[in-house]
């Protein structure tokens, strides 16, 4: 079946160090999500990618980075987590049109000690 | 700014119908998605309005009305799997989709 992977589904981190966050595809989409999800709130953009265009919302921190080294991969990196970056992490994905809905993995339980 | 409103939770009784409602307002709209989402787990789609009127998929419909920046999702025959967040989101003129928090569904026997 085509789906969006995320791995691990839970991480613990301790304060500071760093953190990589992975997410494949196996329905070729061209455009990749990364979001933050805090308990009971809504999903925040982090950044997307269209191929391999990157796009940075204006209030990411400059602690999340990302990477995306072909179609069906794409890295989150926290490079120094603190407290309040404990969340769920969800990648989505989806087609080129602008009406194409977004599918989401399974997220990634970012636990911060 | 832009926003979207939801109620924050309901409680509905197994087998009953319920209507969640959403009202937004953004710059631009190019769409409105309804989201599932169990707790701990991610959003699944369920349905996505871009014009009026009524879009009916088995047990779950959605509305919306442009005029009045309004949607709603009806679930009917509610089941107690039916416990979940569901989520609106809106898609702007920039086409980036812009979240509600969610709306908690507890469903009772």
């Known amino acids: 079946d085509a789906m969006v992977i995320q791995n691990p589904r839970y991480q613990v981190t301790q304060f500071g160090k760093p953190v990589t966050l992975s997410c494949s595809q196996t329905l070729n989409h061209n455009v990749m999500y990364w979001y933050q999800q805090k308990s009971s709130q809504a999903p925040k953009l982090l950044f997307h990618y269209y191929d391999k265009d990157f796009n940075n919302e204006a209030d990411t921190p400059d602690n999340f980075q990302s990477r995306r080294p072909n179609t069906s991969f794409c890295f989150l990196d926290i490079r120094s987590p603190g407290l309040g970056d404990a969340a769920m992490y969800l990648c989505?994905?989806?087609?080129?049109?602008?009406?194409?809905?977004?599918?989401f993995g399974p997220g990634t339980r970012l636990t911060v000690l | 700014g832009q926003n979207i409103d939801q109620p924050t939770e309901m409680t509905a009784t197994e087998g009953a119908i319920v209507q969640i409602n959403c009202t937004y307002q953004t710059s631009g709209f190019n769409g409105l998605f309804w989201y599932q989402q169990h707790a701990g787990e991610a959003p699944t789609f369920l349905s996505y309005n871009v014009l009026d009127g009524l879009e009916e998929k088995g047990r779950f419909s959605s509305f919306l009305s442009r005029s009045k920046g309004y949607s709603y999702l009806l679930l009917k025959e509610l089941q107690m799997k039916d416990s979940a967040s569901y989520l609106c989101?809106?898609?702007?003129?920039?086409?980036?989709?812009?979240w509600g928090a969610g709306t908690k569904l507890i469903i009772k026997p």
């Open positions: 989101a809106v898609r702007d003129s920039n086409y980036q989709l812009i």
């Open positions: 989505a994905t989806s087609g080129p049109l602008t009406t194409d809905t977004q599918y």
